[in-house]
């Protein structure tokens, strides 16, 4: 073990310039080696998709209940009470995850269908009697926004807090920076307004949030505990599809021939949703510690290591993926770690997609084209690939 040492890179993963544009340092981490040593934050990192993607897989070695941002729970405070999800390892894990996936399960979700394209629809329909409009804050911050919180069951007053709290949630796994102390900031009021918002006489009847409940009254779990599920959906379940729409019209903006093909084979919009989070991961990293001294490609990653897997560049490993860069609807999507892979593997996808296959079913059903008139511009956030702006023009079926 060990004979080659491991290649150690001086770059701030979090600083503005990687944040921004991600793409040229992932293909550095990618070719320094199968794990590299960030000597900024004293942590491994890994960026190859077969290792991201065992890393992922290997959840008792690679464990999450220390955290999977850069702070490790076994030293250091958490920023906020650890999800019961995301930040659990089995047995607690598979518990919580249980409850949530029956309330959370396709064939309920088919329920919401014909809903969100109504209101998929209407969106799109008043965007477009303008021929120009803000793809971020006309369209991908406000859709989910329509649809999302009334799934919940969430109470009307004060659901803009949802952003900024998703926002805040998502810095926090990243070091304690600018842009986490800045987003930490506006967040306190968000933060309260969130624990008040999944109390279970907050949360309206018939949504997923009073389901949590009716768990908790079974048995499955306490009802604080059903509070702090409720929070995950709020955490997890707005900045990531929010982001993901906007990235998938900047992809589809910048590949007119793809855009084509969609719009005259609709079947692919699918597609095009998995695609887009390959090509353009909204969760770009997530940590992970080892439980134990380990081996990955014969390197030796000691016990108690935070270890950084770097999702997006996986998704853009030219060992894995042919000409990763292009964006393109004639490949096979599936197995990319956008999604994360294993028992942590988003629980949210299917909301997920079903959500960004409405609104590009609805903008493809009403536009011939889509043009970005303007340069996208980019908000920092220590985990999401985030987007505050995306000027566009369309041309009308
Ligand atoms: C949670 C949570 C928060 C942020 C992200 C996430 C991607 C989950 O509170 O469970 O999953």
Redesign the pocket.
């Known amino acids: 073990m060990d004979t080659n040492p491991i290649p150690t890179l001086s770059m701030d993963p979090f600083s503005d310039a990687v944040l921004s544009d991600p793409y040229a340092f992932h293909g550095e981490l990618r070719d320094a080696g199968p794990v590299v040593w960030l000597e900024h934050l004293n942590v491994y990192g890994m960026a190859r998709f077969d290792e991201v993607r065992s890393s992922l897989l290997d959840h008792e070695t690679f464990v999450s209940s220390r955290g999977v941002g850069v702070a490790d729970f076994a030293k250091e405070e958490p920023w906020r009470p650890p ?5 659990a390892d089995p047995p607690l894990h598979d518990r919580t995850r249980g409850i949530m996936s029956a309330i959370l399960a396709p064939a309920r979700l088919r329920l919401q269908e014909s809903l969100w394209r109504e209101r998929a629809e209407e969106l799109i329909d008043n965007l477009t009697e303008k021929d120009s409009f803000d793809a971020v804050t006309e369209l991908s911050e406000v859709y989910p926004m329509r649809i999302f919180p009334d799934a919940v069951g969430l109470m009307d007053e004060g659901r803009e807090h949802l952003l900024t709290y ?1 926002s805040a ?2 810095n926090a796994f990243g070091p304690r920076n600018k842009i986490f102390e800045e987003g930490n900031a506006s967040s306190k009021e968000a933060s309260a307004w969130v624990a008040e918002a999944c109390k279970r006489e907050n949360l309206k009847p018939g949504g997923w949030g009073q389901d949590v409940f009716a768990a908790a009254d079974r048995g499955e779990c306490t009802s604080d505990e059903a509070e702090r599920l409720v ?2 959906m709020l ?2 379940g707005v900045d ?1 599809t929010v982001n993901g729409i906007g990235h998938l019209v900047l992809a589809l903006t910048e590949h007119p021939d793809e855009w084509e093909k969609l719009r005259a084979e609709p079947r692919l919009i699918r597609r095009a949703v998995d695609e887009s989070i390959r090509w353009d991961s909204t ?1 770009q990293t ?1 940590f992970r510690t080892a439980s134990h001294d380990t081996e990955v490609a014969g390197h030796l990653i000691p016990k108690d290591s935070k270890v950084l897997l770097f999702l997006a560049a996986a998704n853009r490993d030219p060992r894995k993926w042919e000409n990763p860069e292009r964006f393109d609807l004639s490949r096979t999507t599936s197995g990319h770690v956008g999604f ?1 892979a294993g028992i942590h593997q ?3 996808q299917v909301i997920a997609r079903l959500e960004a296959q409405m609104i590009i079913g609805a903008l493809a059903k009403r536009c011939t084209r889509i043009t970005r008139v303007a340069e996208p511009v980019r908000r920092l956030n220590n985990t999401l690939h985030a987007l505050a702006s995306l000027p566009v023009r369309v041309e009308l079926a």
């Open positions: 999800s019961l999800l995301l930040e998703a949630v998502f929070r995950s955490s997890a990531t969760v997530f994360g988003c629980l949210g």
